[in-house]
């Protein structure tokens, strides 16, 4: 049975009581969860001090045992903070040895881009304890595809997607835009070319979108991949002020500035209802019609 352990490098968990219903959860599933004293630590914004915060990064270099799940508890802001005294070498070390599952989104896209960046270390874009396993009602599609991307060496994901006829191969990657533009001229942004870069955020409007993504565009890093998927965008909603200007439209224009192939409607983000992705494993892409696919493999998984 695998273990789940905690981490919390980003922002104090202000929903306290999702999370331990996340532990509980976990518990009743039949799994150990370690580290739970981390879920009320707080520094100010921050789920605790930036010593504590770099430790939960630190020591998973020594986490004994395999078939260790490292969770996220959850975004915010703070994991930033750490890129610059994070052991990428001792991580890398360790992966290759005995690989932990270390799985978040949000602010840990940071994270999970330094590792892929540095020393092409595989990690889990996917649901975070507070957010999603403390969720009143876990949801099951989110759990299914959680435990399918945690234990099969080779699955699909399938979606009713938009976008133009495609068909390519390629690595992996991406997660939070907003967390993704902040490493732009940094040693913590993947140099990936040929890749399939997924995007997802929330909060944004579609204007703060689309900026980001021609920060992307105009840095030359969207031309250079196969395909781009875009997931969720939460809370986007537009005002009357935009007068018909929209995410759609605003895809639409990212289209007409691209050869790239840009394939939305993947559930994929902030939502309850998300699936999981192993970022840097290497993937297959198809969009004919209305389906999409994208099959994965080469991720670590959790051993019999």
């Given at each position: 049975?695998?273990?789940?352990?905690?981490?919390?490098?980003?922002?104090?968990?202000?929903?306290?009581?999702?999370?331990?219903?996340?532990?509980?959860?976990?518990?009743?599933?039949?799994?150990?969860?370690?580290?739970?004293?981390?879920?009320?630590?707080?520094?100010?914004?921050?789920?605790?001090?930036?010593?504590?915060?770099?430790?939960?990064?630190?020591?998973?270099?020594?986490?004994?045992?395999?078939?260790?799940i490292v969770l996220a508890v959850r975004g915010g802001y703070g994991a930033s903070r750490l890129l610059g005294q994070i052991d990428w070498a001792g991580l890398a070390a360790r992966q290759r040895h005995q690989?932990?599952?270390?799985?978040?989104?949000?602010?840990?896209?940071?994270?999970?881009?330094?590792?892929?960046?540095?020393?092409?270390?595989?990690?889990?874009?996917?649901?975070?304890?507070?957010?999603?396993?403390?969720?009143?009602?876990?949801?099951?599609?989110?759990?299914?595809?959680?435990?399918?991307?945690?234990?099969?060496?080779?699955?699909?994901?399938?979606?009713?997607?938009?976008?133009?006829?495609?068909?390519?191969?390629?690595?992996?990657?991406?997660?939070?835009?907003?967390?993704?533009?902040?490493?732009?001229?940094?040693?913590?942004?993947?140099?990936?070319?040929?890749?399939?870069?997924?995007?997802?955020?929330?909060?944004?409007?579609?204007?703060?979108?689309?900026?980001?993504?021609?920060?992307?565009?105009?840095?030359?890093?969207?031309?250079?991949?196969?395909?781009?998927?875009?997931?969720?965008?939460?809370?986007?909603?537009?005002?009357?002020?935009?007068?018909?200007?929209?995410?759609?439209?605003?895809?639409?224009?990212?289209?007409?500035?691209?050869?790239?192939?840009?394939?939305?409607?993947?559930?994929?983000?902030?939502?309850?209802?998300?699936?999981?992705?192993?970022?840097?494993?290497?993937?297959?892409?198809?969009?004919?019609?209305?389906?999409?696919?994208?099959?994965?493999?080469?991720?670590?998984?959790?051993?019999?």
């Amino acid at each position: 049975m695998p273990q789940f352990h905690l981490i919390a490098p980003s922002g104090y968990c202000l929903n306290q009581e999702a999370a331990f219903r996340g532990v509980e959860r976990l518990l009743a599933g039949g799994h150990q969860v370690t580290n739970q004293s981390i879920i009320p630590r707080r520094q100010q914004r921050f789920a605790g001090t930036e010593s504590e915060r770099l430790a939960d990064i630190n020591t998973l270099t020594t986490l004994p045992g395999e078939n260790n799940i490292v969770l996220a508890v959850r975004g915010g802001y703070g994991a930033s903070r750490l890129l610059g005294q994070i052991d990428w070498a001792g991580l890398a070390a360790r992966q290759r040895h005995q690989p932990l599952l270390i799985c978040g989104h949000s602010d840990f896209s940071v994270i999970q881009l330094g590792l892929l960046a540095r020393h092409n270390v595989i990690t889990f874009s996917g649901p975070m304890l507070a957010g999603n396993f403390g969720a009143p009602q876990m949801d099951p599609f989110t759990e299914a595809h959680f435990w399918k991307a945690l234990q099969q060496p080779t699955f699909s994901v399938e979606w009713q997607g938009n976008g133009p006829h495609c068909h390519c191969e390629g690595q992996l990657w991406g997660g939070n835009l907003a967390m993704l533009v902040s490493l732009i001229g940094t040693p913590w942004l993947p140099a990936i070319e040929n890749g399939i870069l997924v995007l997802e955020d929330i909060n944004e409007h579609p204007f703060r979108v689309e900026r980001m993504l021609l920060q992307l565009y105009h840095a030359g890093i969207l031309s250079r991949q196969r395909a781009i998927v875009l997931g969720s965008f939460s809370n986007a909603a537009p005002n009357d002020y935009d007068a018909g200007y929209t995410l759609a439209t605003m895809v639409d224009y990212l289209r007409s500035r691209l050869t790239v192939p840009v394939i939305t409607g993947l559930a994929f983000g902030h939502e309850q209802q998300t699936v999981t992705l192993p970022l840097g494993a290497q993937a297959r892409l198809t969009h004919e019609g209305s389906t999409s696919r994208l099959i994965l493999s080469g991720h670590p998984t959790l051993k019999a």
